[in-house]
Structures are given as structure tokens and as C-alpha cells.
């Protein structure tokens, strides 16, 4: 991976390019000095979030706002310990104690965050509007409304209890055995039937407690949960499905020339520098954040390499907790490092916020979002290796991977996501059972965004192979919109990437205290509500962008050869 020019990022990261992966460890203890210390203060937690659960609302603006600072203080304690406890138990696939509690920590921050939406929900619209119009409540509004809004399909107690018991344990089994089914020898078509009735099992489950938070099936309730219209949905993959910028792109893709290139592997150590020159068009603010998370002697990046670690690409970081990264089975490739250039996007989104963005609960937000930063660092990692590169042969292979990244990111994800709402409606109705059921959808929905799919042998068990459709239901949707909106952050940075890298990083600083929608507008111009164009401005930028490879494969083609 060439590298153009060495900027001041990249002088620095030289300076200690030579360690070792073994060097390349998150210090956890930034977060706790030692196990036993996380331990005891993590039972003081539970005892404070068990009194906050059972505590009566408040009845006067003061004592909302010293109530909802004590719920602050909760959500940044529980963040730590749950960075804590993830953290070991990601280290070491045998940790079970680590990955329980990380469980349970899950489980009680959802808990006080459902005491907010009953808070909100006893306060009523009028007195939310009256106590936030001025004063100390105002930056707590947002928080108030949006509680109030998620409490409309908020389960009952007794429901929510009967879930835990007896639909939870049912949800967390199929993903258990997804997990060992996948790491058996066995193919994926072997074990077909047992994926189904696994995804089946899941489906059924997920569609019986949207019901009981009164939506239609799960698709709706997992939409309205990531902040996403189902209308928007079904608008968004009509417009996918007539654009024809990927089946030109599938066209020209074809007409590689052969034998492809194929990048060595690299060290951590050689891929930061090229991460970070792929940052240094965004100015000095972006870029140094970016070195800082990739110095090892930060202590904010882990490259684990023992047998034990979980296999996996992951970013750290909360209000007043700073960001890592840690990734497992690095293997060097291009896919590789621009894996952890993706999860390097979370982690210095999440230390922006952690920053400059005072109320913890603004420190989350919809997933979608948080995946359009991290997609936008890769492809603008991937951008880099295909600027930055001399040798046309090298400069053809990088913009197909770019593109490659590009067209998955947004048609791929269509394909996903329509197929998952119609595996959920198919179980619902009766019409999806067995594999060969599974297998035949596939096909069905593929082929309205590729025609070729429908001819490739690999189409039909995508469904099982999708591990998201067992471990995170229904979380494909995400990137969808994660891509579509990457790809507009991408059009704005070429058009003037020192206009738009200021907006977009004071963007990243300023955290979730409003919708999605009014962020997006008010900071990048934006427009959520037009689908339409979202999709027509990734369809020209992968035009245009295609037609740009067409060209390098015209020129191999006329020479006899792959592109010089």
C-alpha cells in the first residue's frame, strides 16, 4: 500500500513503526486499576441503579434536573464497566464470568433507561415543553421528548418480565448455536436445515413481542427502535431497485483484466501510516485524532493475536470513558486494515463526543449514524491507496475495491434488508419453514436488485451465512442508511473537503441532542426525508466512478495487458 506524501501524522507514527503487535494493547487499566476493583465497584453500581429504578419521578423542575444528573452519572459508571468487562471477555473467548456480566450490565442500562421513558411518560408532553423552554432542563429536552416518543411501545412490566423469561433465553440459545455451527467444519448447505430452524425459532420469537409492544411484526418494531420510518424503508429500496448504477458497475467489474493484483499482507505497524495519510485531506483536527488513537503507546489500540481472542473488530468508548479499538485475527490484508480503519472512525467519533458533548445519554444514538462515520473512514481510506498509487495496474484493483466497498454498502444492504423483512413476514404468514423455503426467497429478492444473482450458485444459502440475521436481528437496516448517507459525506468531501470536513467534524463533536433528521440538515445540509435523492447521489458517484475504471480496462484492453 503506497503511501504519496509523509505528512506530520505520518513523521510521528514513523517514529515508533517498528513495534511489535504484542505492543499494540488497550491499557484497560484507564478504566479500572485491576479486576477485583472493577468488581466491588460494579456491586456499589447495581445497589444505585436498583435505587434509581425504584425511585419515585420527580415533581418540581430541580429536583427533574438533579434526578436526571444522577441518571447521567449512572449511564457513565455503567458505560466503564461494561467497556471493562467487554473488553476481558473479548480477550479471552473462555471468560464466561466477563461476558455475563457484560450481559447483565446491558440489561441494567436498559433497565434505567426504561425509568426515564416511565418518567417521561408520567410528565406528559405539556409539562416536558413547559419545565425545558428556558433554564437549567432546557439541554435535557431533547432526552425528555425522545423517552416520551420511545414509551409508546414500551412493554408493560409484566411483559417485559414474561420476555426475559421466557422469549430472551429462546433469542440468546439460537445465537449460541449459530456462533458454534459456524465454527464447525460442516458447509453451509450441510447444516442448512438446522439454520433454518434456528432463523426460524428467532423470527417467530421477535415477531410475538413486537406484537405485544402493538406493531405489526418485527421489521416495524426494529425500524421504529433505529429511528427509521418503515415507509422510509419501503421508499428508499423502491429507489434502489430502479437505480441501474450497480448493474453497469457488475458489467464493467467482469471485465478485469486477469491475473488481478494481489496486494502482501503488511504489519499493523506499515498499514497505520497509510491509515492515517487517508485522513490528512480532513485538516489537522480529524487527522490528529486519528494519530493519537493509533500511537501504541496510547494504549488505545489492540491488535490481539492469542489463540483466545474472539475474532472480532470493535470500537471503546462513552462519555468520560477514552476510545480504543481493538481488533483480533488481523491478517494484514487490504480487507483488514480497512476493517480497523473502519472501527478507528467509531472509536474517534466516540472520543469527539466524549469530549465536547457534556450529557451522556447524547453519547448514543441511532446505529445508522454512528455506522456512517465509520463507513465514510474507510472509504476514504480506500480512496487514499487508489490516489496514491503511481502504477495503473495497482490504481485499477484499489478503485474496483472502493467501488466494490461503495455498491455492498448500499445495494448489498438492500438485498439484506429486504430479504430480512420478507424471512419475518414469511414466518409470520406460514409461507417460510424450511430451508428450501429460505433458499428460494433468497433467490427471489436478490434478483430484483441483480438479475445475474439468481444464476450464481452462492444466492441461494446467503441467508444462512449472514450472521447478523442470528446474533443482531434485523440490524442490516443500519447500514443501508449508514452507506447512503457515507456516500453523501464522500460527494461533499470531494466537492471541497476543507469546507466540509469543519462541518463534519463539529458534527461528530456535538453528539445525538436532537433527531437524526434535524443534525444532518443542520450541520451537512442533509435532507433525510428525500430518499430518493440520497440513492440518486450514490448511483452518480458510483457512475462516475465506474466509468473512471471502465476507462483503466479500456486502455489494458487496447495494450494486450493489465493497466502499467
Known amino acids: 500500500m503506497a503511501v504519496k506524501a509523509l505528512s506530520w501524522a505520518v513523521v510521528t507514527i514513523l517514529a515508533f513503526a517498528a513495534a511489535s503487535p504484542g505492543e499494540y494493547r488497550i491499557d484497560s487499566t484507564r478504566y479500572f486499576p485491576q479486576p477485583a476493583v472493577e468488581a466491588q465497584s460494579r456491586a456499589a453500581f447495581v445497589a444505585a441503579c436498583d435505587a434509581f429504578v425504584k425511585s419515585s419521578t420527580p415533581a418540581t423542575p430541580p429536583a427533574m434536573l438533579h434526578w436526571l444528573q444522577t441518571y447521567d452519572a449512572l449511564l457513565r459508571g455503567l458505560e466503564r464497566h461494561d467497556i471493562y468487562v467487554y473488553l476481558r471477555a473479548e480477550e479471552d473467548d473462555r471468560d464466561t464470568a466477563d461476558a455475563k456480566a457484560d450481559d447483565a450490565l446491558g440489561q441494567l442500562e436498559g433497565r434505567i433507561g426504561d425509568r426515564v421513558v416511565r418518567a417521561a411518560r408520567q410528565l406528559g408532553e405539556a409539562r416536558i415543553a413547559a419545565w425545558t423552554q428556558t433554564g437549567p432542563l432546557k439541554p435535557y429536552r431533547f432526552l425528555l421528548e425522545d423517552s416520551l416518543a420511545r414509551g409508546t411501545h414500551r412493554l408493560s412490566v409484566a411483559d417485559a418480565h414474561a420476555v426475559d423469561v421466557a422469549v430472551t433465553p429462546v433469542l440468546d440459545a439460537a445465537a449460541t448455536s449459530y456462533k458454534a455451527f459456524r465454527k464447525s467444519s460442516d458447509s453451509l448447505a450441510s447444516r442448512q436445515d438446522a439454520y433454518a430452524a434456528l432463523l426460524v425459532s428467532i423470527a417467530a420469537a421477535r415477531n410475538g413481542v413486537a406484537r405485544l409492544r402493538g406493531f405489526p411484526g418485527a421489521a416495524d418494531a426494529a425500524y421504529f427502535d433505529r429511528a427509521i420510518s418503515p415507509g422510509s424503508v419501503e421508499r428508499t429500496l423502491s429507489a434502489i431497485r430502479a437505480s441501474s448504477a450497480y448493474a453497469r458497475y457488475l458489467r464493467v467489474a467482469a471485465l478485469m483484466p486477469k491475473p488481478a493484483v494481489t496486494p502482501s499482507p503488511v504489519t499493523i505497524a506499515q498499514a497505520i501510516p497509510t491509515i492515517l495519510a487517508a485522513e490528512q485531506p480532513m485538516g489537522a483536527a480529524y487527522a490528529g485524532a486519528y494519530a493519537a488513537l493509533l500511537d501504541p503507546r496510547n494504549g488505545r489500540l489492540e491488535i490481539c493475536t492469542a489463540p483466545e481472542c474472539d475474532d472480532s473488530g470493535f470500537s471503546l468508548g462513552f462519555a468520560g470513558v477514552q476510545s480504543a479499538v481493538f481488533y483480533g485475527g488481523f491478517t ?19 472520543e469527539f463526543m466524549s469530549e465536547n458533548q457534556p450529557i451522556a445519554a447524547y453519547n448514543r444514538g441511532p446505529s445508522f449514524m454512528f455506522e456512517s462515520f465509520a463507513i465514510f473512514n474507510e472509504l476514504l481510506f480506500l480512496n487514499h491507496l487508489y490516489e496514491s498509487t503511481a502504477n495503473d495496474t495497482q490504481r485499477a484493483f484499489y478503485l474496483n475495491y472502493f467501488l466494490q466497498d461503495a455498491t455492498f454498502q448500499v445495494y448489498g444492504s438492500a438485498e439484506e434488508t429486504d430479504l430480512e423483512r420478507a424471512i419475518y413476514h414469511g414466518v409470520d404468514d406460514g409461507t417460510i419453514r424450511t430451508a428450501a423455503d429460505f433458499n428460494t426467497l433468497t433467490t427471489s429478492v436478490f434478483a430484483r436488485y441483480d438479475p445475474s444473482a439468481s444464476q450464481d450458485p452462492k444466492t441461494p444459502l446467503y441467508w444462512a451465512g449472514d450472521r447478523l440475521f442470528f446474533t443482531d436481528p434485523l440490524y442490516d437496516v443500519n447500514y443501508l442508511y449508514a452507506g447512503l448517507l457515507a456516500l453523501q459525506y464522500f460527494t461533499g ?30 450541520f451537512l445540509g442533509i435532507d433525510l426525508s428525500h430518499e430518493a435523492d440520497l440513492v440518486a447521489n450514490a448511483g452518480a458517484l458510483i457512475d462516475a466512478r465506474t466509468t473512471m475504471l471502465s476507462t483503466l480496462y479500456a486502455t489494458a484492453s487496447r495494450d494486450g495487458s493489465a493497466p502499467k
Open 332 to 350: 494484514g490484508s487490504v480487507n483488514a486494515v480497512r476493517a480497523v480503519a473502519h472501527e478507528s472512525g467509531h472509536a474517534v467519533h466516540r
Open 493 to 522: 468531501f470531494q466537492r471541497d473537503s476543507t469546507t466540509f470536513s469543519k462541518r463534519y467534524v463539529a458534527l461528530l463533536k456535538n453528539g445525538f441532542n436532537d433527531t437524526q433528521a434535524a443534525l444532518e440538515k443542520r
